[in-house]
C-alpha cells in the first residue's frame, strides 16, 4: 500500500472514530452536561454503577475533543469520588489523551493538527515546541496557563522521541490534576489570594525557564560530563 492510500484510510478512520465519540457524548447529553458543574456530576452519577467508567470517558474526551479543561472535570471527580480516586482516573485518562492526539498528529501531519488547533496556535506555539521541547512542554504542562492538550497535537508534528513525550506526561501532567482533584474532594481549600500567588510564580518561572532553559541545560549537560 502506498503511503498515500494509508494516509488517507488512516484520515478516514480517525474522522469515523472521532465522530463517532461525538454523536454518542451528544446522544447522552454530555455536552448539555458540562455547561455546568452541578450538571456534569448528574450526568456522572447517573451512569451508576458505572460512574468510574464514565468518569474515565469524559476526561479523555476532555483531552481528545477538548470541550472542557481536565482540571475541572477532575475537580468534579474529586466531589463524586474522593481525591484519590479521582486523579488517578484523571491521571490515566490525560496520559493516554495524550498519547492519542501526539500519535494522530504524528501519523497524519499538519493538515489533521490544523483542523483541531487552528492556524493561530499552530504558529504561536509549533516553533517555539520545535526549538525547546522539553522545556517548553514541562513548563506548559506544569502551569495552567497554556492549551496543554492542544500543545500535545503539536508536539506530535515534532521530532521529539515518544518515550520523551510519555516522560514528560508522566512527570509534569499531573500536578495540576492532583490538586484541582483534592480541592475537588476538599482535601484542599486554597483562598482567591493563594491561587493569584501561585498564578504569578508560575509565570515567573516559565519566563525565567524560556530565558534561562538553555544556558541551564547546557550548564547540567557539562556538569554531568566531568
Known amino acids: 500500500m502506498s503511503e498515500r492510500k494509508r494516509t488517507i484510510l488512516l484520515w478516514i ?8 465519540i461525538v454523536l454518542a457524548l451528544y446522544a447522552t447529553g454530555f455536552f448539555d452536561a458540562i455547561s455546568s458543574q452541578k450538571k456534569l456530576e448528574a450526568y456522572i452519577q447517573a451512569s451508576t454503577p458505572w460512574s468510574h467508567l464514565v468518569f474515565f470517558g469524559v476526561q479523555l474526551a476532555s483531552v481528545v475533543l477538548a470541550p472542557i479543561p481536565s482540571n475541572i472535570t477532575a475537580a ?8 484519590l480516586p479521582a486523579f488517578l482516573l484523571t491521571w490515566t485518562a490525560v496520559v493516554l489523551g495524550s498519547l492519542i492526539v501526539f500519535a494522530l498528529a504524528r501519523v497524519l501531519g499538519q493538515k489533521f493538527a490544523s483542523q483541531f488547533v487552528g492556524k493561530k496556535l499552530s504558529e504561536k506555539y509549533l516553533d517555539v515546541i520545535r526549538r525547546k521541547q522539553d522545556v517548553f512542554l514541562l513548563m506548559a504542562f506544569l502551569f495552567p496557563f497554556f492549551p496543554d492538550d492542544l500543545l500535545c497535537i503539536l508536539a506530535g508534528l515534532s521530532d521529539i522521541s515518544w518515550k520523551r513525550f510519555l516522560a514528560l506526561c508522566l512527570l509534569a501532567r499531573p500536578w495540576g490534576l492532583l490538586v484541582a482533584s483534592a480541592v475537588g474532594g476538599s482535601a484542599l481549600d486554597l483562598p482567591i489570594w493563594g491561587m493569584v500567588l501561585i498564578g504569578i510564580a508560575g509565570i515567573a518561572v516559565f519566563v525565567l525557564a524560556m530565558k534561562y532553559g538553555d544556558r541551564v541545560e547546557q550548564a547540567i549537560l557539562e556538569r554531568l560530563k566531568k
Do not use: D, I
Open 76 to 83: 468534579v471527580g474529586g466531589v463524586l469520588f474522593g481525591m
Open 13 to 20: 478512520l480517525a474522522v469515523l472514530v472521532l465522530g463517532a
